[in-house]
Structures are given as structure tokens and as C-alpha cells.
């Protein structure tokens, strides 16, 4: 069975504080670990797929990385409109459903 | 861009009512797919329906079923709805393929949810 824990739970960081957030897997086969921000009450809204160990994604603050076991957020000087919850999922083999963690709350204080 | 859109956004029911969650698929998307958050968790996957035959299934009770319909549009319908029924649902939708080799799986676009009150 696929799972998917992230950590911390949540994240209290200072404007311009650079931090990494977690996201352990276990999948019978990666068909793809995907990253989303979910602000409360709203739907995920996508920031990167990962196919392959060893990639890299990067979109303004953020940067995804991914190894064979695990990826990471890296969030480097955030502003307080990054504050949301950090929400990573998987693909395994034979499924196209994802499997999501339990999501990271993240709080930047101006 | 055009999103995932889902109707109704609020939806308030009685128990033991039934419920009708629609999504429509961003334009060309063949595959589209349910998921249901309670207070404070993850999504849960639900069903999920590519070029209208369900594709895959998950934790979805008897009393729910859907459907995927000729313009791709799909609905959610609920019955004898209980009070552990009231939580957000998302509809998600991708294009088949697009991921690139067939082992990828392609992104999947949420749209806003529709939120269900069950008193």
C-alpha cells in the first residue's frame, strides 16, 4: 500500500527564513510524486510533477528535488503570501489515482 | 487559462437526502477524478473516469455512484447522505498521455470543490 508522510506538520518561519519541507514515500513504482499548495477552503492548486531521482523543478521561491525515497520543498526567503498548507501525492504503478500526505502547514510572519 | 470547474460550490442537505456534485474538465482533458477531504485531512481518492468508463475506484461507499458523461462533464451522485458525509469534494482532471512516456502519470488539475453540510 502507498505511503506518503510529510514533516513537519507545520512551519512557523520568518519573512526572508529559508526552510525545506519533506515528503517520504513508499510506492511499489513511482509513476510520478507531484507537489501542491492548498490554501483553507480552496482546491490544490499545482506547483510541480518529479518523474526521475535525481530531478529538479524551480518556480520563483520554490524548488522541488527527488530521490529514490523522498522529496523535498525548498522555499528560500518566503513572503507571507507563501504561507498555505503544502500537500505532496503519488502515482503508483497500475493506478492513475493519487495517494496524498497529510500536508505541511506552512505560516510566514512578516 | 480554463480551470476545473465544479457546481454547486456550497451545498447544505439533510440526512437520508440525496446530493448531485457536477465537475466539467478543463477543455480536451479526457480523465477526471473525485476526491473527498474531510476537516483537517488529506484528499481521499474517490473514482476516477477516463473517456467515460470508470478507470479506477477507491474509497467510495455504495450509497455514492458517477459517472462520465459524452462532453466529458461527470457528476457525483450521493444518497442517504450521513452526517460523516459533510466535507469538501474535489474534482481533478488530466489529459491521458500527457505526462510524456506511458509510465508517467500526467498532472492533475483540482478545481475550487463544492462543500457539503450534512445536518
Given amino acids: 500500500e502507498d505511503q506518503v508522510t510529510q514533516s513537519p506538520e507545520a512551519l512557523r518561519l520568518q519573512e526572508g527564513e529559508s526552510s525545506s519541507l519533506n515528503c517520504s514515500y513508499t510506492v511499489s513504482g513511482l509513476r510520478g510524486l507531484f507537489w501542491y499548495r492548498q490554501d483553507p477552503g480552496k482546491g490544490p492548486e499545482f506547483l510541480f510533477t518529479l518523474y526521475s531521482a535525481g530531478e529538479e523543478k524551480e518556480k520563483e521561491r520554490l524548488k522541488a528535488t527527488l530521490t529514490k525515497k523522498e522529496s523535498f520543498l525548498h522555499i528560500t526567503a518566503p513572503k507571507p503570501e507563501d504561507s498555505a498548507t503544502y500537500l505532496c501525492a503519488v502515482a503508483d504503478t497500475g493506478r492513475r489515482a493519487l495517494t496524498f500526505g497529510s500536508g505541511t502547514r506552512l505560516q510566514v510572519q512578516p | ?119
Avoid at chain 2, 460550490?9 to 440525496?18: A, D, P
Fill in chain 2, 1 to 119: 487559462a480554463a480551470g476545473v470547474i465544479q457546481s454547486p460550490r456550497h451545498l447544505i442537505k439533510e440526512k437520508r437526502e440525496t446530493a448531485t456534485l457536477k465537475c466539467y474538465p478543463i477543455p480536451r482533458h479526457d480523465t477526471v477524478y473525485w476526491y473527498q477531504q474531510g476537516p483537517g485531512q488529506d484528499p481521499q481518492f474517490l473514482i476516477s473516469f477516463y473517456e467515460k468508463m470508470q478507470s479506477d475506484k477507491g474509497s467510495i461507499p455504495d450509497r455514492f455512484s458517477a459517472q462520465q458523461f459524452s462532453d466529458y462533464h461527470s457528476e457525483l451522485n450521493m444518497s442517504s447522505l450521513e452526517l460523516g458525509d459533510s466535507a469538501l469534494y474535489f474534482c481533478a482532471s488530466s489529459l491521458f498521455g500527457a505526462g510524456g512516456p506511458y509510465m508517467y502519470q500526467e498532472t492533475q488539475y483540482f478545481g475550487p470543490g463544492t462543500r457539503l453540510l450534512v445536518l
